[in-house]
């Protein structure tokens, strides 16, 4: 399965993205998909997961500002980003599981939750300056 993501952008603090996710396959088994971030130096930080269900689960730092979202008949996921901050900064990644490693709650609970996710893009960079 290959997972591109695209949406990435230069924008200005208060500013909205919204971020895609297509994989190349029909995903309608997998179980959980996720938006990850990370700045260079720092470890890769889960925001968002979704699972077949519907349900969501949120970082703190994004709740209430991102949702994450999936139109299955496109193989897509998505994540809305309102009212950006420069701290927003960084390489955001989609990630797929799709052996049911892992839960949406296991996101911000589990040490090396990323290691649960077996398909991941290659990035898209978003940039929040003034």
């Known amino acids: 399965v290959q997972v591109v993501e695209s949406g990435g952008g230069s924008v200005r603090p208060g500013g909205s993205l919204r971020l895609s996710c297509v994989a190349s396959?029909?995903?309608?088994?997998?179980?959980?998909m996720a938006w990850f971030r990370q700045v260079p130096g720092k470890e890769r930080e889960g925001l968002a997961a979704?699972?077949?269900?519907?349900?969501?689960h949120y970082a703190e730092p994004v709740k209430g500002r991102f949702t994450i979202s999936q139109d299955s008949a496109k193989n897509t996921l998505y994540l809305e980003m309102t009212s950006l901050k420069p701290e927003d900064t960084a390489m955001y990644y989609c990630?797929?599981?799709?052996?049911?490693?892992?839960?949406?709650?296991?996101?911000?609970?589990?040490?090396?939750?990323?290691?649960?996710?077996?398909?991941w893009g290659q990035g898209t960079q978003v940039t929040v300056s003034p």
């Open positions: 990630a797929l599981d799709l052996r049911g490693m892992t839960t949406v709650g296991a996101l911000t609970r589990k040490v090396d939750v990323e290691r649960d996710y077996e398909y």
């Open positions: 396959e029909s995903t309608d088994s997998r179980l959980c």
């Open positions: 979704i699972d077949s269900d519907g349900t969501t």
